[in-house]
């Protein structure tokens, strides 16, 4: 069974700070992998997706890197701003759970001014 | 090109109730998929549907769940005999179904059962 864990819970930092977050994944055999920004109330924004071939995507200030053999995920802010500040989640969708998608509990991230 | 709809964006009910969530897909998807979050818990899948079929339905509750997705029309998660316990965000998210299966998540809709 295909479980997906983040780290850290919880992360605050000052403006300006570049930042690393990370996900890890039990089952190596997975179709891609998605990064998600949830603010407080809200649904989800997809922010990078990486299929199993890939080893990165980059979307503005945001690089997301994938380490399918060691069931790694990164996902690297760079120069973070107040408005960065949401919960970021990781979901992947395994080669053998049909194309659904498994979660990560997310990281929280606090951006102060 | 509208996103992912769902209605309504809050939902209160009664212990016993029925509560219809509805999801209309982005244009030009045929996969439906829907999660549930269960407050301070991580999002967990519960069904996936093709129009007028359920692909796979691990997730759901073995009672008072039921999910279709009519050849016209949008989603429909109903819940059936609410309990406190229902109570959370439900997400739907949609999708082409093909590789690489990226998926779309829509507002959700946040029922509370009193």
């Known amino acids: 069974k295909q479980e997906v864990t983040q780290i850290p819970a919880a992360l605050s930092v000052p403006e300006g700070e570049n930042l690393v977050l990370n996900c890890s994944f039990t089952d190596s055999a997975i179709y891609n992998l998605q990064w998600f920004r949830q603010d407080p109330g809200k649904g989800l924004t997809s922010l990078l997706l990486i299929q199993s071939s890939q080893r990165e995507q980059t979307s503005g200030r945001l690089n997301a890197s994938l380490d399918k053999s060691s069931g790694r995920s990164t996902l690297y802010i760079a120069a973070s701003q107040p408005g960065d500040s949401a919960t970021y989640l990781c979901?992947?969708?395994?080669?053998?759970?049909?194309?659904?998608?498994?979660f990560g509990e997310g990281t929280q991230l606090t951006v102060n001014p | 090109n509208a996103g992912v709809m769902q209605n309504p964006r809050h939902l209160v009910r009664r212990r016993g109730q029925e509560a219809r969530l509805r999801c209309s897909p982005m244009?030009?998807?045929?996969?439906v998929y829907w999660y549930r979050q269960l407050p301070e818990e991580g999002l967990k899948f519960m069904v996936y549907l093709q129009k007028e079929n359920i692909i796979d339905e691990s997730g759901m509750p073995k009672e008072r769940f039921s999910a279709e997705f009519p050849k016209e029309g949008p989603s429909i998660l109903r819940i059936q005999q609410v309990v406190r316990g229902d109570s959370a965000a439900y997400f739907c998210a949609s999708s082409t179904g093909g590789l690489p299966y990226e998926q779309y998540f829509g507002p959700g809709t946040r029922l509370t059962v009193t």
């Open positions: 979901a992947v969708v395994g080669e053998t759970s049909g194309s659904r998608l498994t």
């Open positions: 244009k030009g998807h045929s996969h």
